[in-house]
């Protein structure tokens, strides 16, 4: 086995009980939506959330070039990945039986932490580009460091600013980078 699958296998558990996570809560919500107040803000959270996993999972392709790994990099993967895991804690309120679920007041009352958990795997993510300058394509440092820096503008704004306005386009800002990254990604395949 590769050091680049070892350590991609690890990490795969990471994204699968983070997606896991995400999908059995929204799945009870599911279930009991006579008893849970809707919101559109928790609704692109979640959405993030789950695109995310995705995006992270995607992202590990580029890393297949390294040569030469090391404890620090691997540590910083292992990092963002339990990052991503609880990003989908924080995104999805755990379904409370008979009573009723405000998803409204859960994205008000966790929104700091969940920006903020996003602001801190990005911040992980442009460390992490450093191990680009050791693969046969060192332009990626710079690619996937500067890449990062749209995402984190929308997560500082929507962590930084309370206002609805704010919120709205810091996850609408996401979402739309989450499902172009994938797009721009797939041209790199080969």
């Given at each position: 086995?590769?050091?680049?699958?070892?350590?991609?296998?690890?990490?795969?558990?990471?994204?699968?009980?983070?997606?896991?996570?995400?999908?059995?809560?929204?799945?009870?919500?599911?279930?009991?939506?006579?008893?849970?107040?809707?919101?559109?803000?928790?609704?692109?959270?979640?959405?993030?959330?789950?695109?995310?996993?995705?995006?992270?999972?995607?992202?590990?392709?580029?890393?297949?070039?390294?040569?030469?790994?090391?404890?620090?990099?691997?540590?910083?993967?292992?990092?963002?990945?339990?990052?991503?895991?609880?990003?989908?804690?924080?995104?999805?309120?755990?379904?409370?039986?008979?009573?009723?679920?405000?998803?409204?007041?859960?994205?008000?009352?966790?929104?700091?932490?969940?920006?903020g958990?996003?602001?801190?795997?990005?911040?992980?993510?442009v460390?992490s580009?450093?191990?680009?300058?050791?693969?046969?394509?060192?332009?990626?440092?710079?690619?996937?460091?500067?890449?990062?820096?749209?995402?984190?503008?929308?997560?500082?704004?929507?962590?930084?600013?309370?206002?609805?306005?704010?919120?709205?386009?810091?996850?609408?800002?996401?979402?739309?980078?989450?499902?172009?990254?994938?797009?721009?990604?797939?041209?790199?395949?080969?």
């Amino acid at each position: 086995m590769a050091k680049f699958d070892f350590i991609l296998l690890l990490l795969s558990f990471v994204y699968a009980l983070a997606l896991a996570h995400l999908l059995s809560r929204v799945g009870a919500l599911v279930l009991a939506r006579r008893r849970v107040r809707f919101s559109g803000l928790l609704t692109v959270a979640i959405l993030n959330a789950a695109l995310q996993v995705y995006v992270d999972w995607l992202g590990m392709w580029d890393y297949r070039g390294l040569k030469q790994w090391d404890l620090f990099n691997i540590s910083l993967l292992f990092i963002a990945s339990v990052l991503v895991y609880f990003i989908c804690v924080a995104a999805v309120p755990a379904e409370t039986g008979e009573q009723p679920t405000d998803m409204e007041a859960f994205y008000w009352s966790n929104r700091r932490l969940y920006y903020g958990l996003f602001v801190v795997l990005l911040v992980v993510f442009v460390a992490s580009s450093f191990a680009f300058l050791e693969t046969p394509n060192p332009v990626l440092a710079l690619e996937e460091g500067l890449g990062n820096l749209p995402f984190l503008l929308v997560c500082l704004l929507a962590f930084i600013v309370k206002a609805r306005w704010a919120q709205w386009v810091g996850g609408l800002g996401l979402l739309i980078l989450s499902v172009v990254w994938p797009i721009v990604f797939s041209g790199t395949l080969q």
